[in-house]
């Protein structure tokens, strides 16, 4: 099974960056696309981004365009999510996340990573 453990979170001021950063152990890592997930408090987990397993397509939530990019190691194992202009409504635990193909679908992807806290003050 892949393991998955992100890092990177921590707060922030809004207008802010912070790069979030994800290994993975297990499965080949490249045999996977991968996904991020977010979560604030007492709302349901949303999709953020996506990235196949070449990195060649990525997918992105309309509210996070533009400032958040996804990219991936597949050398180092790693998938990361560089984010930017960060806003508060961004606050939230961020998860990534293995699936078979990049989705927006949260039930497509069958690993995931505890989670690292991401806050943004404004």
């Known amino acids: 099974q892949v393991q998955l453990v992100e890092s990177g979170g921590g707060l922030v001021q809004a207008g802010g960056s912070l790069r979030l950063s994800c290994a993975a152990s297990?499965?080949?890592?490249?045999?996977?696309?991968m996904g991020w997930f977010r979560q604030a408090p007492g709302k349901e987990r949303e999709f953020v981004a996506a990235?196949?397993?070449?990195?060649?397509?990525?997918l992105y939530a309309d509210s996070v365009k533009g400032r958040f990019t996804i990219s991936r190691d597949n050398a180092k194992n790693t998938v990361y999510l560089q984010m930017i202009n960060l806003k508060p409504e961004d606050t939230a635990v961020y998860y990534c996340?293995?699936?078979?193909?990049?989705?927006?679908?949260?039930?497509?992807?069958?690993?995931w990573g505890q989670g690292t806290q991401v806050t943004v003050s404004s």
């Open positions: 990235i196949s397993r070449s990195g060649r397509t990525t």
């Open positions: 996340a293995a699936s078979r193909t990049p989705t927006m679908r949260r039930p497509e992807y069958d690993r």
């Open positions: 297990g499965r080949t890592f490249s045999s996977d696309a």
